[in-house]
């Protein structure tokens, strides 16, 4: 393999630009010529490509986002689309590509890959919401964002002793809601995987402030509901000022922690091995902290297990019932 590219796609998530150098400098430390393709699929379909250079990546290990920005492509997904993209990708010799995604992305990987353009996926995205994987670039920022969110929610909160509605991004997953949910101390955490009585939450809140606590955090994923409709419900049945902020794209942004930086930079590496050995069609993860590649379709078919223990540990940990 002589050419191979990288590219971003699906929602951003911080660590995508620590992936992208991890990927560019080792591939060109191997030897490889590396091309930046932007604006994930769309960007392979209209040749909108560079050759990337140690330079190009600079000063980027930190930051959020995707220097090579990023889209969702419904071209890509028809024939013709996906037609189009292997063209590109053979004018321009290009015999592999590194697609940092999420699973949406990766069965694309999986296309092009199937239509001779070796792939190897890497998974960037907040959610962390991939099966095979411990842990998705992203997740561990995105994390640490909503527990700056939650530190100075829980100020005001308390000053007025109200009730906080948290609402986090998780649509099918509610991971940022559980961790942020337990490392910030909140009273309840309601996510997508777990059925949830408003009378149950409603109970806590007023044995809660029987008890003399002055304010309560509820952290809500958003696929699990919406926020200002639970903040109406909760209101019409206990007697307290509850108020809701929606995080939205505050917790995608910004810097990459350590852990998502050190994460990134070890996957895009793997990838570029991967490549460099021929190798097309695998997904790299994280298991038990050891870097480790398997293929994109075994583990777009595997269905993520729930920490149930985790879920419940949070219960237990906010139990507002008694003294
Ligand atoms: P993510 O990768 O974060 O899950 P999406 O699900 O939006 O995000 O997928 C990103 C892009 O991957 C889509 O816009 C599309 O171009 C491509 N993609 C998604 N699903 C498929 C599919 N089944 N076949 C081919 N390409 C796909
Ligand atoms: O997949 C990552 C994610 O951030 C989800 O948590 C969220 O629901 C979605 O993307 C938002 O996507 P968009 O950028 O299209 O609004």
Do not use: W
């Amino acid at each position: 393999m002589k050419n191979i590219a990288v590219l971003t796609s699906g929602g951003d998530a911080p660590g995508m630009n620590a992936a992208i150098r991890a990927v560019v400098r080792s591939g060109i430390n191997s030897g490889l010529r590396v091309y930046g393709i932007r604006r994930g699929y769309n960007g392979l379909i209209q040749g909108d490509l560079q050759e990337m250079k140690m330079s190009s990546v600079s000063d980027i290990i930190q930051r959020g986002g995707t220097i090579l920005r990023t889209a969702r492509s419904e071209e890509f997904k028809t024939p013709e689309g996906l037609a189009k993209a292997v063209n590109v990708a053979k004018v321009f010799n290009i015999d592999g590509i590194v697609i940092i995604g999420g699973d949406g992305s990766f069965a694309g990987a999986q296309k092009l890959t199937d239509s001779g353009i070796a792939c190897i996926g890497v998974p960037g995205t907040i959610d962390n919401d991939l099966a095979y994987t411990d842990f998705t670039i992203g997740f561990d920022t995105a994390v640490n964002n909503v527990l700056d969110a939650i530190n100075k929610i829980r100020d005001t909160s308390a000053s007025h002793e109200r009730v906080s509605i948290i609402e986090v991004m998780g649509r099918h997953c509610g991971d940022i809601a559980l961790h942020a949910g337990i490392a910030g101390g909140a009273e309840s955490i309601i996510i997508p995987e777990v059925e949830f009585s408003l009378d149950d939450i409603c109970r806590k809140l007023i044995q809660g402030k029987n008890r003399g606590r002055l304010h309560s955090i509820i952290i809500l994923a958003e696929g699990a509901g919406d926020g200002i409709e639970l903040e109406k419900q909760i209101a019409s049945k206990v007697d307290m000022e509850v108020r809701t902020t929606i995080l939205s794209y505050i917790q995608r942004g910004g810097n990459a922690s350590a852990v998502d930086r050190l994460l990134a930079s070890r996957m895009g590496a793997k990838a570029v091995e991967l490549l460099k050995e021929g190798i097309g069609g695998r997904v790299v993860g994280i298991k038990d902290n050891k870097i480790f590649d398997m293929e994109i379709h075994e583990a777009l078919a595997m269905k993520r297990v729930f920490h149930n223990e985790l879920f419940q540990l949070s219960d237990i940990l906010s139990n507002s019932m008694t003294d």
